[in-house]
């Protein structure tokens, strides 16, 4: 089992930046999974967002968000990161933290364990 709780949302105008965090916490080692990011908007489906490997060393992201947004892990503390930089209003959603196993599984959108969800509201 594996605990996942999200924090760093928050209001931001359009072009600022948040960073989001990620700490988890449970038996296995931190560092067994990939850790990734999901949102979801009002009336939309959960849409992957990024990813990140084991040891850091891959990362992958959405088309949408790709060079604003960045993936990070500090193994030591056990948690992932996501800066957000030159938001935009459509990037307004609830913002999930997700772990597993698998990296390719994660990105299709099957993680084992998911976070509570931190808001993320951009005004335009």
């Known amino acids: 089992q594996v605990q996942l709780v999200e924090s760093g949302g928050g209001l931001v105008q359009a072009g600022g930046s948040l960073r989001l965090s990620c700490a988890a916490s449970?038996?296995?080692?931190?560092?067994?999974?990939?850790m990734g990011w999901f949102r979801q908007a009002p009336g939309k489906e959960r849409d992957f967002v990024a990813v990140?490997?084991?040891?850091?060393?891959?990362?992958d992201y959405a088309d949408s968000v790709k060079g604003r947004f960045t993936i990070s892990r500090d193994n030591a503390k056990k948690t992932v990161y996501l800066q957000m930089n030159s938001l935009k209003a459509e990037d307004t959603a609830v913002y999930y933290c997700a772990a597993d196993a698998g990296y390719t599984r994660l990105v299709a959108g099957g993680p084992d364990y998911w976070g509570q969800g931190t808001q993320v509201t951009v005004s335009s």
């Open positions: 449970g038996r296995r080692a931190f560092s067994n999974y990939a």
């Open positions: 990140i490997s084991w040891n850091g060393g891959s990362t």
